[in-house]
Each structure stands twice: as C-alpha cells, then as structure tokens.
C-alpha cells in the first residue's frame, strides 16, 4: 500500500525576526487496497447503532433536488466546482455559513461551519463528551453499493478530529476541535461523495470508480473556489473567537498562489523557495510593506474545509489562523497544494 501524507507547514515572519517552521503530518492512503474475497471486509455491526436518518437540519436535504434548496434557501451567493464532480453553492451568510454540494440536480453533501445552521443531530461548540455518549462512533465503517463492498479504517487521530458517523443512509463527518473540545464543523454526504472522496485509509472488494480528472481550464475554477472558501471559512472561524475579519489582499494572493505552483511543480514541501526565498524574502521582493507576516501550508487535504479545520486542530497554525494583529489575507490553492499568507498592513 502506498501511503501519501497531508501535511501542514507553519511560519511566522517580522521584519525583525524568522520563527522555526513546524511540520505535521496526518497519513492517509490515497491507494485503497483491493481484497480479492468479500467476505474478509465484513465489520459485525449492532444495526441499532447505525443512528437514524435526521428528520430536521440540513442533512435531511441530502438526495432532495436543487430547486427545493433555492425555495429554502434562496439563490446561492456563488458557485464552486468541486474535485469530486459536484458544484458547490455557496452560502456565506455571516454566521450561517454552509456549502451545499450539487450533482446532476441534486444534494450530495452539506458542509456546515455557521453556528446559525441546524445541523441536527449536532450543535456547533456541542462538547465532545456529549457527542461520543449521544452517537455510535466506530474505528470501522462498512459500505456496500451495487459496485462493491468497501470499508473504512479510521486512526486514533481520525477519532480525536474527525470521526464518521452514519445517519441511516447518510454519513456526517464531524470535525473537532479538540483544543476546545468541542464540534467545529460538520459534513454530511451520501455513500457514493465518502466513497469518491475515500478520508480515511480504505479497503474494498468489487469496483472502484477512477478518480474525477479535471481538464486545466476546471483546475483554475476549482483552485479559485477553494481559495475564497478559505477567506470564508478563516473569517468564520476568526469571528467565532470573537476577532477582527481579514481582508482579501490580491498581491499577497498572487504570492501565495506562486508558492503553491512552485511546490508542486517542483516537488517540495516547505516555507522556503528554492527561487524566491522565504514569506518575508517573497513579500519584500514585491514591494508588499507588512509589519509582520504569517504563513499556513497544507498538501493533500480533500478540500478547502478540510485544509482549514486541519490547521484549526494545529496549535502553531491555529497561532496563525487567531492572531489578532493580522489585517489581510491572500490563499493560493494549485492542485492539493494550499497557501495561506496573512500580513499585518502598515498603518497610514
């Protein structure tokens, strides 16, 4: 089995002084493994405790077509394609953020972070305690389709942060924030978006769909998307903490984007360009004034939430995501390559 990494990287820079990166790793199998007899996948289950599908909140759209969502809803604010062959819409409501994943018409999957969402059967800042006695949260969960039987292993870290829980024949993926000990998202969706997303390491026994392959014209819409959704979702989480918004600032945007394309293109994974140097070299090359500067790296995560709940669940880029200083904000997003660059503008 080949085992690929997400990984997040951290830096903070003044003009005085350089803080030492920090590299975290969370394994995750990108190469499910094939097991050629079924019956080696089965996971004995009381069906009892599967949890019932929700008859409120948000979940119970899921598989519901899109114009019952605008007669809820209303029209969304914008539209981002996905990797996974669905559309998000985007609500960016202040507080009642959510992303609602569209295919073919139809809900796929919900991503909630707004506290104004009802994402029954959970709560935003519900306590972690509260949700394991509540819910039946397994290492192991089984999924079959008319394609074949697939099982999904989960760490004791995938526990501690985002643990899956099945709701009748939906799932929601809950994230922690295990600093606080409490839900700070959550993302329902039906078996076939768990399967092609494929969070956690996976075995299977039948077939597995080939990856959706973007053509590069899709590529910059997806990487626009998710770079917006990281503004929306750091100021979420910045107001939650009852601290200042960060402004889009489009030439650090351009820097960040740079460093991502450069890391993947050059396979590399670090705060410093072999080109441009590190934030602070690259900020002062194009002539962007800061009093101070931080930067947040991520490879690997399956989208923009899930990159910015990773670094929420850090404590170094958490430190970043939460410093109070920071006025502005430029993400560059290539392929899985996520940039975060924040700077504190000089006062005039």
């Known amino acids: 089995m080949i085992i690929l990494s997400i990984v997040l990287l951290i830096g903070i820079y ?29 996971h004995p289950t009381n069906p009892a405790q599967l949890g019932e599908r929700p008859t409120q909140g948000i ?14 809803f209303g029209k969304p604010r914008r539209i981002d394609p996905s990797l996974y062959g669905y559309d998000w819409w985007i ?19 919900a991503y909630v972070m707004g506290n104004q969402v009802d994402i029954a059967p959970f709560k935003i800042d519900q306590p972690v305690e509260e949700i394991f006695r509540k819910n039946f949260i397994d290492t192991e969960i089984l999924i079959t389709n008319q394609k074949g039987t697939y099982r999904f292993e989960l760490s004791e870290d995938d526990l501690n942060i985002r643990p899956l829980v099945p709701l009748g024949e939906i799932y929601a993926q809950i994230y922690l924030d295990k600093l606080n000990g409490t839900l700070s998202s959550v993302r329902f969706m039906n078996k076939d978006v768990l399967i092609k997303q494929r969070p956690y390491e996976m075995v299977y026994h039948g077939e597995l769909s080939d990856p959706y392959e973007p053509s590069d014209q899709d590529w910059d819409k997806i990487q626009e998307g998710a770079e917006k959704q990281v503004l929306d979702l750091t100021n979420i ?25 450069e890391m993947y293109e050059k396979e590399f994974f670090s705060h410093e360009s072999p080109s441009s140097g590190n934030l602070g070299d ?50 560059g997003v290539y392929k899985k390559y996520y940039t975060q660059n924040f700077i504190q503008k000089v006062s005039n």
């Open 14 to 42: 003044t003009n005085k002084a350089i803080e030492k990166d920090e590299l975290l790793e969370n394994p995750v199998s990108k190469s499910p493994s094939k097991i050629d007899v079924q019956e080696k996948l089965y």
């Open 59 to 72: 979940s119970m759209y899921i598989g519901k077509s899109s114009e019952e969502i605008i007669k809820v």
């Open 91 to 109: 609500y960016n409501h202040n507080e009642s953020y959510m992303q609602i994943g569209v295919e073919n018409n139809k809900v796929v999957t």
């Open 237 to 261: 989480v910045r107001k939650r903490f009852e601290l200042k918004k960060v402004k889009w600032d489009k030439g650090t945007a351009n820097i960040a984007l740079e460093h991502s394309k």
């Open 282 to 331: 690259r900020l002062k090359l194009a002539e962007i004034e800061f009093v101070q500067a931080g930067e947040n790296i991520a490879v690997n995560y399956i989208d923009a939430p899930d990159a910015v709940e990773g670094w929420l669940n850090s404590e170094g880029h958490r430190k970043t995501l939460l410093e109070k200083e920071f006025t502005h904000l430029g993400v």
